[in-house]
């Protein structure tokens, strides 16, 4: 199994910036695509940005630009740099990850607890 635990969440006033971070650890024959998703109060949970092993990059059309996604495979670890903040990127931010227990096995997902941003106007 893979256990995520995120950090960097906090409060910061629109048009700032935070990071957020996320550690995988646990076992697995290979970790697979890495993300953030979000979820505003009401709201459903939904893609922010994913990063793939081989680093290649995808984001929601509402952070293009603003938000960037990175990885350390070294570290098994994923970071969601997020500048220009908005008030509506307030949410709970969740790390996701897709992992495989051995070679050729299929995907298993695991999610982090989550990190509440909040920014301010």
């Known amino acids: 199994q893979v256990q995520l635990v995120e950090s960097g969440g906090g409060l910061v006033q629109a048009g700032g910036s935070l990071r957020l971070s996320c550690a995988a650890s646990g076992s697995a024959f290979s970790i697979n695509d890495m993300g953030w998703y979000r979820q505003a109060p009401g709201g459903h949970r939904e893609l922010v940005a994913v990063v793939t092993s081989g680093g290649s990059t995808s984001y929601a059309d509402s952070v293009k630009g603003r938000f960037t996604i990175s990885r350390d495979n070294a570290k098994n670890a994923v970071y969601l740099r997020m500048n220009s903040l908005k008030p509506e990127d307030t949410a709970v931010y969740y790390c996701?990850?897709?992992?495989?227990?051995?070679?050729?096995?299929?995907?298993?997902?695991?999610w982090g607890q989550g990190t509440q941003v909040t920014v301010s106007s």
């Open positions: 996701h990850a897709y992992y495989s227990e051995y070679e050729g096995g299929y995907d298993i997902g695991s």
